[in-house]
């Protein structure tokens, strides 16, 4: 089974171009994260859908920063202007609907991620 | 808040060591805990998961025994291997589907 596809794995750009980041979750998972890794700060949560719904999105840094997912498969994570202090490592990760019942433990299963460097 | 935290890095151990990464929680409930491994370049993988009190969860060699009494999920391995060396994360949730809330990581690094 394919897992959550996220494109491009590598993006190098100028400061003040717009960023624009895909992920593909799971086929039949109805939640998907965008986290942010850097060495500094670790793994940061950015924002979160449930049913293609934004749950929370507290951890977006600024107004730069804007995530959207028009359908089960398919989310977008874009940043405009971008800056070189969003230089970091953009993972997606998806996970069942809710309830034990479903068979979802709580786990998140997280693509390969998306190195983006602002000059 | 719900927080993780893990023993600092980076650990160094040569071929054969046993391991151990330490963690500990503070939640406001009774979280499902999780380890999750990184290896260059790549995303995170699930290493192992429990998701009550006394549970013990366990894969390649690697194991975890949450305990409630202490808020620990410490990672142990008897004998690493060097293709063991990632960094390493602890993580809980408490409900489903919630993100993961993660510590800071650990990088091993075995040796031949």
């Known amino acids: 089974d394919a897992g959550v596809i996220q494109s491009p794995r590598h993006e190098v750009t100028e400061m003040g171009q717009e960023v624009t980041l895909r992920c593909k979750p799971i086929?039949?998972?109805?939640?998907l994260f965008w986290y942010r890794q850097t060495m500094m700060r670790g793994l940061e949560l950015l924002i979160y859908?449930?049913?293609?719904?934004?749950?929370?999105d507290s951890g977006m840094p600024e107004d730069r920063f804007s995530a959207k997912m028009p359908n089960a498969s398919f989310s977008t994570l874009k940043i405009q202007p971008s800056e070189p202090r969003d230089s970091a490592v953009y993972f997606c990760?998806?996970?069942?609907?809710?309830?034990?019942?479903?068979?979802?433990?709580?786990?998140?299963?997280f693509g390969e991620g998306s190195r983006l460097t602002v000059l | 808040g719900d927080s993780v935290t893990q023993m600092e890095g980076p650990v160094t151990l040569s071929e054969e060591a046993f391991l151990t990464i330490n963690c500990t929680y503070t939640a406001t409930g009774y979280p499902s805990l999780f380890w999750y491994v990184q290896y260059p370049g790549e995303g995170l993988q699930l290493l192992l998961k429990a998701t009550k009190a006394d549970d013990k969860g366990s894969n390649k060699g690697f194991e975890a025994t949450y305990r409630k009494e202490t808020t620990s999920f410490h990672l142990e391995k008897g004998s690493v291997q060097v293709s063991d060396s990632a960094v390493y994360f602890c993580?809980?949730?408490?409900?489903?589907?919630?993100?993961?809330?993660f510590g800071k990581g650990t990088r091993l690094s075995v040796i031949a």
């Open positions: 990760a998806s996970t069942l609907g809710p309830g034990l019942a479903g068979g979802n433990t709580g786990e998140l299963f």
């Open positions: 993580a809980l949730t408490l409900s489903v589907p919630a993100p993961l809330v």
């Open positions: 086929s039949g998972h109805n939640s």
């Open positions: 859908f449930n049913n293609n719904v934004p749950i929370d």
